[in-house]
């Protein structure tokens, strides 16, 4: 079955950087774009950026540009959230998601990893 | 803000039926793009609910049916039932963002 599982959340002081990472496992991981979507405490959900099957497209919401970066290694069935320069205003709990291109559905989630902002 | 617009809260007896709107532009849902629904019950990951308009996803009840017309869809659930209550949201892309956009969420209240 499909598993995405993310990790390298936790607590960051403003300013700082932080990478998350999401394994992904039980479907061919190489021929799946990736999103990451975010869920601030209490709100809804925010897409945050999306990698293409093989790094060659990313789209990133106008919120985190400049700031954050996505990176995949499909040898380790793995993609990358690069966050610097972080604001208390990031702190949600970040998902990764599997999809076949940017305009199609987020087919499977992980679970959450929790990023805390605060001084 | 949210791009798409949908109700914060819908509620509903067991048994009945209730909709939930998605309204966009013609830059996401009126420029063709489709739209695809979320389920988020308390405490967990959104799940995929319905793509492509309305399509289901793999062992989602035939209770839901989704729909799109013009810059607006909507997902209805008949036959309500308890464990439908959760968090939903509608999705889509914006082409004039270059990003994916997601409605603000409904809760849905069984009541």
């Known amino acids: 079955q499909v598993q995405l599982v993310e990790s390298g959340g936790g607590v960051v002081q403003p300013g700082r950087s932080l990478r998350l990472s999401c394994a992904g496992s039980?479907?061919?991981?190489?021929?799946?774009?990736m999103h990451w979507v975010r869920q601030a405490p209490g709100k809804g959900l925010e897409w945050v950026i999306f990698?293409?099957?093989?790094?060659?497209?990313?789209f990133y919401a106008e919120s985190v540009k400049g700031r954050f970066t996505v990176s995949r290694d499909n040898s380790k069935n793995t993609v990358y959230l690069q966050m610097s320069s972080l604001r208390t205003d990031d702190t949600a709990v970040y998902f990764c998601?599997?999809?076949?291109?940017?305009?199609?559905?987020?087919?499977?989630w992980g679970q959450g990893t929790l990023v805390t902002v605060s001084s | 803000q949210s791009v798409l617009t949908q109700p914060p809260s819908v509620s509903g007896a067991l048994g009945q039926r209730v909709t939930i709107s998605c309204t966009g532009s013609?830059?996401?849902?009126?420029?063709?793009?489709?739209v695809h629904w979320y389920q988020q019950l308390p405490g967990t990951a959104p799940k995929l609910l319905m793509f492509?308009?309305?399509l289901r996803a793999s062992g989602v009840p035939d209770r839901f049916s989704g729909s799109k017309s013009g810059t607006s869809a909507s997902l209805a659930i008949t036959g309500l039932q308890a464990e439908d209550e959760a968090d939903y949201y509608c999705?889509?892309?914006?082409?004039?963002?270059?990003?994916?956009?997601f409605g603000g969420g409904t809760k849905l209240t069984v009541l």
């Open positions: 013609r830059s996401n849902i009126g420029s063709a793009y489709d």
């Open positions: 990698i293409s099957y093989d790094g060659s497209e990313r």
């Open positions: 998601a599997n999809s076949a291109t940017v305009t199609t559905s987020l087919d499977y």
């Open positions: 492509v308009n309305s």
């Open positions: 999705q889509s892309y914006d082409s004039s963002l270059n990003g994916v956009v």
């Open positions: 039980g479907f061919t991981f190489s021929s799946y774009g």
